[in-house]
């Protein structure tokens, strides 16, 4: 059955506005120009009778109908959303304080679509936008912010990682900013669970390729687990950094710098033989990033990001993690030295503003 935008009941909570746990469709949430990811839900301010207001995220099923299998597209997207309520509820018992987990969940009928379908929805707490958002908002760049916004997703990532879950899809829209409360890593709808359930673990690039690691662009898949899903949250976060400072990824940076002919898409010889010439497009691609830098941090921050992004997925962290008998991917020293240099950032704001 083929549907239209005014039969897809995701799209219209807002006409049956009660919901189950008290709470109460608001608005719809607009979807801002540019936006990754996304296709599958529709997302809405709530209340409940106690006016707090929350986000819900409801479950889209109307691509799906235009695919020439739907069922299977139906039940993919239905395996996924129960994954993600139970690994949130996970997440919630852990009190991960630097991930944004799930406050309720529910479903409701999904009317004259589906005679049997309904539409599920996860309600979170309601941020005041992503790091992208505050960065446009801020009346000049605000080192002090993005600092410590690395630094708070640094936290989520190890907070993760430590539930054995690699996130596979830290980008800036996915690092929310609450403005009391600092950042929060956010969507776990492509993360990957340690302990093999994931429905997206047969997938070599889990999350928005626009942010993937290299060795994955490639097709290279390590069995090793820590070293396919944990690398890729490594190099994420150090994506994040220098998005922060040149408004694009690592991976669009050095594929600027990478001849035509070695592009994933170009390329079928393995990704040993190609790694010399991305690494050499790597090396251009940090020049750039770091000429971004201010002086008081470019000797810290910069080398940081080089270990944290290193396209070698064996070399990638902390030196010292490759030579002591520790986790090799652990975020832990990123995490003191993300803190560091955000507490001189604030220091010297507050010093500006006394």
């Not at 219209?12 to 109460?24: C, D, I, S, V, Y």
């Not at 929805?121 to 790091?131: H, P, Q, R, S, W």
């Amino acid at each position: 059955m083929q549907t239209t935008l005014n039969s897809n009941p995701a799209e219209r909570l807002a006409e049956k506005p009660q919901l189950g746990g008290g709470w109460t469709v608001v608005s719809k949430v607009p979807r801002l120009p540019g936006a990754t990811g996304g296709n599958f839900s529709v997302g809405y301010v709530v209340e409940n009778g106690r006016g707090r207001q929350a986000f819900l995220k409801a479950l889209d099923y109307s691509h799906a109908f235009k695919q020439p299998n739907p069922t299977e597209v139906i039940n993919i997207l239905t395996s996924s959303y129960v994954y993600e309520k139970s690994l949130l509820n996970q997440c919630r018992d852990r009190r991960l304080s630097r991930v944004n987990v799930s406050i309720d969940d529910g479903e409701v009928p999904a009317g004259e679509l589906h005679e049997t379908l309904t539409v599920p929805y996860i309600i979170f707490e309601l941020a005041d936008g992503d790091v992208r958002q505050r960065l446009d908002q801020t009346d000049g760049f605000d080192l002090a912010f993005v600092l410590r916004a690395l630094h708070h997703s640094a936290v989520g990532i190890r907070q993760l990682h430590d539930a054995k879950v690699a996130h596979q899809d830290l980008k800036p829209s996915n690092v929310l900013d609450f403005r009391d409360d600092g950042c929060r890593v956010a969507d776990l709808g492509r993360s990957s669970s340690q302990d093999g359930n994931s429905p997206h673990d047969n997938l070599v690039i889990a999350g928005d390729t626009t942010y993937a690691p290299p060795e994955l662009l490639y097709g290279h898949i390590s069995p090793d687990w820590r070293v396919r899903r944990f690398a890729c949250d490594l190099y994420q976060i150090g994506s994040l950094a220098v998005f922060f400072f040149t408004q694009v990824g690592i991976t669009a940076l050095w594929h600027e710098y990478l001849d035509r002919t070695f592009l994933p898409d170009n390329w079928g010889e393995g990704y040993a033989s190609v790694l010399p010439h991305v690494r050499q497009a790597h090396d251009l691609a940090f020049e750039e990033f770091e000429e971004q830098l201010p002086d008081e941090i470019r000797g810290i921050l910069g080398p940081a990001v080089r270990q944290l992004c290193d396209p070698d997925p064996g070399r990638r962290g902390h030196p010292r993690n490759l030579s002591q008998r520790v986790n090799r991917y652990s975020v832990q020293r990123y995490i003191s030295i993300f803190d560091r240099i955000a507490r001189i950032a604030e220091w010297r704001l507050r010093k500006t503003m006394t």
